[in-house]
């Protein structure tokens, strides 16, 4: 039983790469219904059976959850680093291409607040046209 644990798990590691989550449906599906068929064949209990549906049901979802994980730190790590001569050459963030909060009271509470972008006031509905 640990070796149809451990492909299971690897089955649902690998589906991880090349298909969406609703293949995990029909998997779990059909690893179920082979299961209960070979615990029941080779005349097994009935609650042996259901350990074995809720063990076969549950590793390809832990393996689809771990292949995703997989996947993700793959594409994270081919990302491209920014070299040091890259992180002096790129100018300096400044305040005028940031989101800014402005208050037409004064006030930091006042309702009637207004927000600038760098291209114009869009408090007025203009959108900075």
Known sequence: MLLVAIFSFLVGAVLAGAFRVWIIVPTTLLGVTLAVTV?????GRFASAIGHVLLIGALPQFGYAFGLF????????????????????????????????????????????????????????????
């Not at 615990?39 to 005349?43: D, K, N, P």
């Not at 300096?92 to 207004?114: E, K, M, W």
């Not at 114009?120 to 959108?127: A, E, L, R, T």
């Open 70 to 129: 997989a996947v993700h730190m793959l594409v994270v790590l081919r990302a491209p680093w920014p070299t040091v001569r890259e992180a002096r050459q790129s100018p300096p963030c400044t305040g005028s291409d940031q989101l800014s909060v402005h208050s037409r009271n004064g006030g930091l509470g006042s309702i009637a607040g207004s927000i600038e972008y760098a291209e114009g006031d869009v408090s007025d509905g203009s959108m900075g046209r």
């Open 39 to 43: 615990e029941l064949a080779h005349e």
